[in-house]
C-alpha cells in the first residue's frame, strides 16, 4: 500500500474545473515532483490534501494517507495529520513564520503540541533541528526573529519547523522561488538530503524544471488541472513523450542560457 494515494482528484470553483481527474500514489520515502505552467493546479492540489483548498472550492475525488480517507474530514480532524504526518513548507516563509516569535520557540512548538516535549527538551531539538538544516550559529539562531534572517536562512528555518515532526510527507510547494538562484539550489540539496535521511516522502513542486533532479526520483506534468505525464524524472527530462513537456523543458533550457 502506498504513503498517499490520490485518484481522480477534481477541484472546482463554480463550474471552472482547477483540477481535473488528477491520480498519484507516493510511497514511504519516495520523492515526487510536480511542474506545470502557471495556473495548471498545482498548488491547489497540494492544499487538498491537507485540507487547505479555499473554502470555495468543491473538492471529489480521494486521497487516501495512511490507509484514510482525507476527504470529507473536518477541519479538526485533519489538523493532527497536518504538520504532524503531513508537513508543508510554503513559497515564502513570512508567511508561515511569526514576525513576533523568536524562530526557536517556533520550531520547538510543534514538538511541544505534537510529542508533548519539554520545554528544554524542544529548545535542545530546535538548535539540532537548526544545525541540521545548516543554519550557522544554531544557538544564536533560535534567540532571532525571522526579520533578522536572510531569506535563504528563513526558508531554512520554515524547513526545519516542517520536519521538527518528522512527518511522513513533506510538500514543498515552490519552496526556493523567492531565493536566488544559487542559494535555491544549497537550500534544495539540503532539503534532499534531509528528506532521504528520514525516508521522508516529498511531494515537490515547481515550475522550473531545472530543480527537479536535485531532489525528485519520479515527476509529473500537470497541464489545465491534468496530468499529462509521468515517469522517472530522469528519462522524462532526457526524452519527453508529451509534447507539452518537451516546450517546458526547451523554455527551461532557454532560460539558462
Ligand atoms: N481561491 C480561488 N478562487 C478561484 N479560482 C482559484 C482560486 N485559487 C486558485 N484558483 C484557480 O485555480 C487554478 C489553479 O491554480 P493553482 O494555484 O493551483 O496554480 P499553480 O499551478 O500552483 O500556479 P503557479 O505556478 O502560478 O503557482 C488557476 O486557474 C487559478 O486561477
Ligand atoms: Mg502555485
Not at 482528484?9 to 511542474?35: K, Y
Not at 544545525?131 to 535563504?152: A, F, N
Amino acid at each position: 500500500m502506498s504513503l498517499l494515494t490520490v485518484t481522480d482528484l477534481t477541484v472546482a470553483f463554480g463550474d471552472q474545473v482547477v483540477v481535473d481527474h488528477v491520480s498519484f500514489a507516493i510511497d514511504t520515502g519516495e520523492r515526487i515532483a510536480i511542474i506545470g505552467e502557471s495556473g495548471s493546479g498545482k498548488t491547489i492540489t497540494a492544499l487538498s490534501i491537507i485540507g487547505l483548498a479555499p473554502d470555495t472550492a468543491t473538492v471529489t475525488g480521494s486521497i487516501v494517507f495512511e490507509g484514510t480517507e482525507l476527504i470529507g474530514r473536518t477541519d479538526r480532524q485533519l489538523s493532527k495529520t497536518r504538520g504532524e504526518d503531513i508537513a508543508m513548507v510554503f513559497q515564502n516563509p513570512l508567511t508561515s513564520l511569526n514576525p513576533l516569535m523568536r524562530v526557536g520557540k517556533q520550531i520547538a512548538e510543534p514538538l511541544r503540541r505534537h510529542h508533548g516535549m519539554s520545554r528544554s527538551a524542544a529548545r535542545t531539538a530546535a538548535i539540532e533541528l537548526c544545525q541540521r538544516v545548516g543554519l550557522p550559529e544554531p544557538e544564536r539562531i533560535v534567540r532571532s526573529y525571522p526579520h533578522q534572517m536572510s531569506g535563504g536562512q528563513r526558508q531554512r528555518v520554515g524547513m526545519a519547523m516542517a520536519l521538527a515532526c518528522r512527518p511522513a510527507l513533506l510538500i514543498a510547494d515552490e519552496p526556493t522561488t523567492a531565493l536566488d538562484v544559487t542559494v535555491q539550489a544549497e537550500v534544495l540539496t539540503v532539503l534532499a538530503d534531509l528528506v532521504q535521511q528520514e525516508s521522508t516522502a516529498l511531494l515537490f513542486i515547481t515550475h522550473d524544471v531545472a530543480l527537479v533532479p536535485i531532489v525528485a526520483d519520479r515527476l509529473l506534468v500537470m497541464r489545465q488541472g491534468r496530468v499529462v505525464e509521468s515517469g522517472s524524472a530522469a528519462d522524462l527530462i532526457a526524452s519527453p513523450t508529451h509534447e507539452y513537456t518537451t516546450s517546458l523543458l526547451a523554455a527551461a533550457r532557454k532560460t539558462a542560457l
